[in-house]
């Protein structure tokens, strides 16, 4: 048997975000807290949202205490905020840093006896839905608008734990392209990254399906043909970044990855490594890793990835062809290539164990091992 979850509601296109007060209104919300980061604030994206939240006459808390890599003491500083401000609904504006921060907090809220933030590591047996999400991502990659995934840093143990709970879905999730259009170059190009192995690894995943299938390649096909334009900021290519990031969570959110994201989660609690660069740097060589093991799927994603002649291809060469097209695309929206510069040899042995024993890494198409993983990270150094 297989199960799906998806939001109750989500709107898309520009100027969604005009929904927000509606469905606040509408569900019967009296106060919102509104959880950002602080560069939101600054560089008055967030204002876009809590205006609109003013305008309709309703009292809001801004929360910003939080960091890009979030930390145990963030989502903690949040309950405690979340609690003394009166709120009954959160607004997570953001990045998949906002947004787990504040699965985060609405879990704890209304499951108390999950207060020691570790405690919701893997999948926590809460019982009670998060306090309500309506969530409105300012970057187009993460999906955390309609994923039931969160990951919260453990600065203490130098580690991200990976929270998976059906219950901490937000209800409402406003894709706004908007609301991205401010993103730079450079971050546009990790984050869209990061879509593209949230689509491949929920494509070759173990738990891969149909319905699943459905989502991820379609997914993998929008983001070959936006990615560049949305680097370039062209108004096409910022919407179907939009658009294909989300179709990407609605699938790898129920089917789960692969080690490419454990091996990320790694790189980001050690260095601080943004995780769509982490996830980018990783993704042609983890690919080729796993590639006998996936069957004709590739030959699906050269497909989806615009790569021409596929059909008369060997498997070995649609295989082949699909790792350099995501490496083409990688390159082209300047995505580093190696770890040079990020990973530390003495840190190897540990790297390669936290990758090991995170999350994702089962639903590898491929069975790994601690040494294999450290061969890995090695070969990008």
Avoid at 50 to 66: E, G, M, R, S, V
Avoid at 143 to 161: G, H, L, P, Q, S
Avoid at 301 to 316: L, S
Wanted: glycine residues 8%; contains cysteine; proline residues 4%.
């Amino acid at each position: 048997m297989n199960k799906f979850v998806l939001n109750e509601t989500s709107y898309h296109g520009a100027g969604a975000i005009s929904a927000v007060p509606e469905e606040i209104k509408a569900r019967g919300f009296k106060k919102a807290f509104v959880a950002t980061d602080p560069d939101l604030v600054r560089f008055g994206i967030v204002q876009k949202v809590t205006d609109l939240i003013a305008k309709a006459n309703l009292p809001y808390y801004l929360y910003t205490d939080i960091k890009a890599n979030p930390t145990i003491e963030n989502v903690q500083n949040g309950v405690k905020a979340f609690k003394e401000c009166g709120a009954d609904c959160i607004v997570a504006v953001g990045g998949g840093s906002a947004m787990d921060t504040a699965k985060a907090i609405g879990i704890i809220i209304t499951n108390p006896e999950f207060s020691d933030v570790r405690s919701l590591e893997g999948v926590a047996p809460t019982k009670n839905p998060c306090v309500p999400i309506i969530a409105v991502p300012t970057t187009a990659g993460t999906a955390a608008e309609v994923t039931i995934n969160y990951v919260i840093t453990d600065v203490e143990k130098k580690r991200k734990f990976v929270c998976v709970d059906v219950h901490d879905i937000p209800v409402v999730a406003v894709v706004d392209p908007d609301m991205m259009a401010s993103m730079p170059a450079a971050l546009t190009a990790a984050t869209g990254m990061d879509a593209l192995t949230h689509a491949i690894e929920g494509y070759i995943t173990k738990g891969a399906w149909a319905l699943s299938d459905m989502f991820h390649i379609k997914a993998i096909e929008i983001i070959a043909k936006s990615l560049r334009g949305a680097v370039a900021n062209t108004a096409e290519g910022r919407e179907g970044m939009a658009l294909g990031q989300y179709v990407a969570g609605m699938g790898f959110s129920n089917v789960g990855l692969g080690v490419d994201h454990s091996m990320a989660h790694t790189l980001s609690a050690y260095y601080d490594t943004p995780h769509g660069k982490a996830c980018a740097i990783l993704l042609p060589t983890i690919m080729a890793y796993n590639a006998e093991y996936t069957g004709t799927k590739y030959r699906d994603i050269a497909i989806a990835m615009g790569v021409e002649g596929v059909e008369a291809m060997t498997q070995e060469e649609y295989r082949a062809a699909a790792v350099e097209a995501v490496r083409k695309l990688a390159e082209d929206v300047g995505i580093p290539t190696t770890l040079k510069g990020i990973v530390k040899e003495e840190d190897l042995d540990q790297l390669a164990l936290d990758a090991y024993n995170d999350a994702c890494r089962p639903g590898n198409p491929r069975e790994t091992s601690v040494e294999e993983i450290k061969a890995l990270y090695k070969s990008l150094m």
